[in-house]
Antibody
Framework: QVQLVQSGAEVKKPGASVKVSCKAS????????IHWVRQAPGQGLEWVGI????????TYAQKFQGRVTMTRDTSTNTANLDLSSLRSEDTAVYYC??????????WGQGTLVTVSS | EIVLTQSPGTLSLSPGERATLSCRAS???????LAWYQQKSGQAPRLLIY???TRATGIPDRFSGSGSGTDFTLTITRLEPEDFAVYYC????????FGQGTKVEIK
């Protein structure tokens, strides 16, 4: 069965960077696009961006451009999200999710990133 | 960017009752690109409906979606205890955006 297992919680200071990973199993890694979606405490869902695991091409939500980098490693079936210049508003649970380009069929368990001085 | 507005914010109902959730878009959305998700407390969201009306794998038939253009609806015909959760609509136009969510709570 499809499984997306994310890395553990992170605590970062403002201005720092964070890397969240998502290890996929149970399907052909290149068969689905990989999205990242975040959810601030008590808030709704916000799409961060998408990576094509076959080609590595990415599209980021305009809000995050310049601060976000998505990569993938096809040898380990892992996708990574790097977010830099962290601020308190970036405190959120970050989810990886897979699906076609426009929807999210399977989700990881989420990774809490806390930004605090 | 297309803005999705969900109503009501909170729906208080009893098990066995019918729930009707609304999602209104700021501009027309293709039916093919409208989805609904369920999120229970402390869990990741789960895909319920895509293409406005197609149930995802394993979703019971008490969940149904309808609508077109700017108005979409998620209906749960008879609420089960496990259906009390937050529901989000989501669209794909030039980007992917979510509504702010509707909480279905036990009355």
């Amino acid at each position: 069965q499809v499984q997306l297992v994310q890395s553990g919680a992170e605590v970062k200071k403002p201005g720092a960077s964070v890397k969240v990973s998502c290890k996929a199993s149970g399907y052909t890694f290149t068969s689905y696009y990989i999205h990242w979606v975040r959810q601030a405490p008590g808030q709704g869902l916000e799409w961060v961006g998408i990576i094509n695991p076959s080609t590595g091409s990415t599209t980021y939500a305009q809000k995050f451009q310049g601060r976000v980098t998505m990569t993938r490693d096809t040898s380990t079936n892992t996708a990574n999200l790097d977010l830099s210049s962290l601020r308190s508003e970036d405190t959120a649970v970050y989810y990886c999710a897979i699906g076609p380009t426009w929807r999210f069929e399977y989700w990881g368990q989420g990774t809490l990133v806390t930004v605090s001085s | 960017e297309i803005v999705l507005t969900q109503s009501p914010g909170t729906l208080s109902l009893s098990p066995g009752e019918r729930a009707t959730l609304s999602c209104r878009a700021s501009q027309s959305v293709s039916r093919s690109y409208l989805a609904w998700y369920q999120q229970k407390s402390g869990q990741a969201p789960r895909l319920l409906i895509y293409g406005a009306s197609t149930r995802a794998t394993g979703i019971p038939d008490r969940f149904s979606g309808s609508g077109s253009g700017t108005d979409f609806t998620l209906t749960i015909t008879r609420l089960e205890p496990e259906d009390f959760a937050v529901y989000y609509c989501q669209q794909y136009g030039t980007s992917r955006t979510f509504g702010q969510g509707t909480k279905v709570e036990i009355k």
